[in-house]
């Protein structure tokens, strides 16, 4: 495949991938009120983890466990139990709308990670579009919390998870000639699998489900396509690009996690929320937008 198509195929992976995750925000909202959650994670990534070992074995592939352990249990622990744990505590005291305007830090996350991780270099111009998504965030939390609409320990899981995924998606990155997109997903998965499994049945004690044909509906949602195709999809997409390059794309979350969340919840944003979040995507864009933010392993030979 020509390389532009290859680039143009992996951009459209890393599109679908993040309309995929707006809709977890929008389940995870859903879900809130029918079980803690911890247990929707729990019961999300032990489902994830088990089809994607059978998608690799039914491939011919085979996860390099043993001589990768580290490196997969670190993106296991990052990117699977911590951000998706953080991701659903935060959505419980925090709408849809505005966790997916607070996700709009991702890219900066990614980009100083890859940059630390991944021997990805930002440029002067990444660094003053850092600047000013930092400050996009603080008016956006600044704005929420003075409405009332958004706990403060919300907010900090949401912004803890932004920083796991950074990190996942950069030591991903590292891993792009070691393995191909799936086995690592499925790598990742499995070792996330076992704390989130572990920490989902220590939430059961006492608590209380509400299952209902809907919320049974949005659990197998974020086990299969927000966790199988869309992690998947992103890795396959990081593996081409580059994790620098990816970041402008996670722009796309907050603005289909806010579309949705009204759309579908019936959420509301206020004008100096939607400014706020309008100020975070575009630093993010103008810290991504240098064509010599590259990676030395993008560098032609």
């Known amino acids: 495949m020509p390389r532009s198509r290859k680039v143009g195929f992996a951009v459209a992976l890393m599109v679908f991938a993040n309309l995929a995750w707006s809709g977890n925000y929008i389940a995870g909202r859903y879900l809130a009120v029918a079980m803690p959650a911890l247990v929707l994670n729990g019961v999300r990534w032990t489902v994830s983890a088990a089809i994607l070992l059978i998608l690799v074995k039914a491939s011919g592939g085979r996860v390099p466990f043993r001589r990768e352990a580290p490196l997969l249990a670190t993106m296991g622990l990052l990117g699977v139990f911590l951000f ?146 869309a992690y998947w999809a992103w890795n396959q997409g990081v593996s081409v690009v580059g994790a620098v390059r990816a970041a402008p794309l996670g722009n796309l979350l907050p603005v289909f996690t806010v579309a949705l969340g009204i759309a579908v919840l019936g959420e509301r944003v206020t004008a100096l929320e939607v400014l706020g979040g309008a100020i975070t995507v575009a630093g993010a864009l103008i810290a991504q937008r240098a064509p010599s933010a590259r990676s030395r392993e993008d560098v032609p030979r």
């Open 84 to 229: 998706s744990a953080l991701t659903y505590l935060g959505l419980r005291q925090v709408p849809a709308a505005q966790a997916g305007m607070i996700s709009g830090l991702m890219p900066v996350t990614i980009m100083l990670f890859g940059a630390l991780l991944a021997r990805e270099r930002p440029t002067p111009q990444g660094w003053v579009g850092t600047l000013l998504a930092v400050c996009g965030v603080l008016l956006l939390m600044g704005a929420q919390l003075g409405s009332g609409s958004v706990a403060p320990l919300g907010a900090a899981e949401l912004l803890l998870a932004a920083v796991c995924w950074g990190a996942y998606t950069a030591l991903g990155r590292r891993m792009k000639d070691r393995m191909g997109p799936l086995e690592m997903t499925a790598g990742a998965a499995a070792f996330g699998a076992i704390p989130s499994a572990l920490a989902g049945v220590l939430s059961l004690h006492g608590a209380t489900l509400h299952v209902t044909p809907l919320g049974i509906a949005a659990v197998a949602y974020v086990s299969t396509v927000a966790s199988v195709v």
